[in-house]
Nanobody, 116 residues
Framework: QVRLVESGGGLVQAGGSLRLSCVAS????????MSWYRQAPGKLRELVAT???????YYVDSVKGRFTISSDNAKNTVYLQMNTLKPDDTAVYFC??????????WGRGTQVTVSS
């Protein structure tokens, strides 16, 4: 079973940048879609960005133009580059991998805190 481990979170001032990484214990090519979600305190988990095996990307409107999802298949890693961060981006960020016919694989998350 492939495990996903996120890193790269931290405390940053508004307007700053962070790059999150999601490293898989095996090949990410087994997933047809990799995604980043986030969950802020008291809120539902929200889909932030996805990257399909055909390199199609999706971004929630609130992060378009600021966040970029990418992957390095040789390193079994998916990234989320986050620029021009806002306090509303504060959340725990989770990586998820989707495979046909099975439940999604999830990491444990990494905390991102943006101060005003």
């Amino acid at each position: 079973q492939v495990r996903l481990v996120e890193s790269g979170g931290g405390l940053v001032q508004a307007g700053g940048s962070l790059r999150l990484s999601c490293v898989a214990s095996g090949s990410i090519l087994v997933f047809h879609r990799m995604s980043w979600y986030r969950q802020a305190p008291g809120k539902l988990r929200e889909l932030v960005a996805t990257l399909s095996s055909s390199n199609t990307t999706y971004y929630v409107d609130s992060v378009k133009g600021r966040f970029t999802i990418s992957s390095d298949n040789a390193k079994n890693t998916v990234y989320l580059q986050m620029n021009t961060l806002k306090p509303d981006d504060t959340a725990v960020y989770f990586c998820a991998g989707s495979r046909v016919g099975v439940s999604d694989y999830w990491g444990r998350g990494t905390q991102v805190t943006v101060s005003s």
